[in-house]
Structure formats: structure tokens, C-alpha cells
């Protein structure tokens, strides 16, 4: 799923807006967060706003709990929990360097309690991180 010219510069600006240093993870407008025992994760989708049945990339931030960038492998998805099913695509990953990654590839078809999944794995340690997000219609 290939993004338009404007997505794309939109996610360009969303992995700017995260600051040239990706860690420690600094708040920003339209960023949804969350945290495991080892990680904090953010999140900024483009386009904005995410809208039902159109492609979405999420620009994302991984950081330790010493505030150095996940450099490790990233899959994630998305699925409604409460209908028990997911999206029919599944995204990549690019790793951008010091805990930034570019994910493509997601589309909400219908609207609802959707749950992002970031399965991380560095070596043999592997954590999940899940945030919730609802998309109206």
C-alpha cells in the first residue's frame, strides 16, 4: 500500500515533531502513548485524522528505561478486540535509527475499539505493548 505525496510528507513531519533526539520520549499533540516494564512507546498516525476505509501510516518511538532507542525488530497490527477480529493487511516496518520507525501498511475498514499491537523483540527478549483507539465515524 503505497501512501500519496502529502501522507507521506505528513508522516515526515510526524517523525519530526518526535525532535531530532527520539529519547527520552517528549509529549506532542496527536501522539498516543504507552508503556511495559521495559519500554515507552509513542505513536503519531498520518494522515490525520485516521478515518474509516482510508490506508494510515503511524511514525513511532521506542525508548528503554535507560532512554536509548530500541534498535530490535518491530511487527505490529491492529484488531477490534470486542468483534474479535483484525485488519486485512499487515504492516511493515522500517527502522529510521535511535528507536524511530516508520509503520505502513494499516486500514481501518469499519469503525469501533480498535487495539494496536507492537510485538518487540531485541535478541531473545520479546514484550508486547497494546494501545487502545477508538475510531468514529
Known sequence: MKLSLIATLTLGLSCWAFSAR????????HQLTATSAKYNLAIVA???PIRVGQAFSLA???CDEQNQGF???????ARMPLHNHGMNYQPSATALGKGKFVLDGFLFHMPGQWQFSFDLRDGELMDRIQIKYLLEQ
Open 22 to 29: 527520539s529519547c527520552p520520549i517528549i509529549a506532542t499533540d
Open 71 to 77: 534498535s530490535g525488530i518491530i511487527k505490529a497490527t
Open 46 to 48: 498520518a494522515p490525520l
Open 60 to 62: 513511532l518511538i521506542v
